[in-house]
């Protein structure tokens, strides 16, 4: 299996966090699972090929339409890859698919949608298009001058939401959200109502998705880490308080998801990107 990301341009680059591909050219006979974390992210993919399946707590999507929508996890989730096919993914920023679209994202948290229903038709053109295509390069392209096409027309101004998001990632999710709302001189249920509107989940269950992915990003940048002075780094009382907050969201405390992980050796270059995460500084 082979995974690549591409960073998009600079204008693109307050709503896109990344480009993804991932192709299996060679046929995978027994299904791979991947759990994967929630990171800040929604997306738009594009499959190519033998389908896959989604499936969290709440919904099974067992055939994803081509193109779709993938609206914020608010906890883990489950991938099962088989057969041969492409995939192709962009991750926006946790603002970037509303103020692009101008889409009610809070309505696609925990599952997914056709795209052609929420875009429109030419959503489907590109995939088609991207199909056509050989090169990785061209496809990162044609992407490309997709969304300038929507962004000239739907550019939208920075607001509440945007900078609320980029404080909590810039703290790695140790904020607190009343001080937040404070900072940013509205009330707490407004800074909730905007941010609800324009990320899909709430500050709160945002920035402990936020930090739980920093103390990911941690300890794939310290493969030797000592448990707890990663715990501490992050902002957790106690080993207690993390392993609950990481079961929450993982659906299985810390030492089970490690032991899946080191079991899938051959993909983890391409799991890896899951726990990366939405970086800060990309708001304009």
Not at 83 to 102: A, C, N, Q, Y
Not at 149 to 177: C, F, N, W, Y
């Amino acid at each position: 299996m082979k995974y690549q990301e591409f960073i998009p341009n600079n204008l693109l680059r307050p709503y896109i966090d990344r480009y993804f591909f991932m192709v299996a050219d060679h046929c995978i006979e027994d299904s791979v699972q991947l759990h994967l974390p929630p990171n800040g992210t929604s997306g738009l993919l594009l499959q190519f090929g033998d389908f896959y399946k989604v499936t969290n707590r709440i919904h099974q999507m067992d055939k994803l339409p081509n193109v779709y929508i993938m609206g914020q996890p608010s906890e883990c989730f489950t991938v099962e890859l088989s057969g041969k096919f492409e995939i192709i993914g962009v991750h926006f920023t946790p603002t970037g698919l509303h103020r692009m679209f101008s889409l009610p994202i809070h309505e696609f948290t925990d599952h997914g949608a056709d795209a052609d229903q929420l875009l429109g038709k030419s959503v489907n053109q590109i995939g088609e298009q991207l199909w056509d295509c050989s090169e990785t390069s061209k496809k990162v392209a044609k992407l490309e001058a997709y969304f300038l096409r929507h962004l000239t027309r739907s550019q939208k101004p920075v607001k509440t939401a945007d900078i609320a998001v980029d404080r909590i990632l810039k703290m790695g999710g140790q904020v607190e959200i009343t001080r937040l709302a404070k900072q940013l001189k509205v009330s707490r249920r407004t800074l909730e109502r905007h941010f609800f509107r324009s990320v899909g989940l709430y500050p709160k269950q945002f920035s402990q998705i936020a930090r739980l992915n920093h103390f990911f990003k941690l300890s794939r940048n310290q493969p030797d880490f000592c448990w707890h002075d990663l715990i501490h780094a992050c902002g957790y009382f106690d080993q207690s308080h993390f392993i609950r907050n990481f079961q929450s969201f993982m659906g299985q405390n810390p030492t089970q998801y490690w032991e899946k992980l080191n079991q899938q050796d051959n993909i983890k270059k391409s799991v890896s990107f899951s726990c990366r995460g939405i970086t800060a500084g990309t708001r304009k």
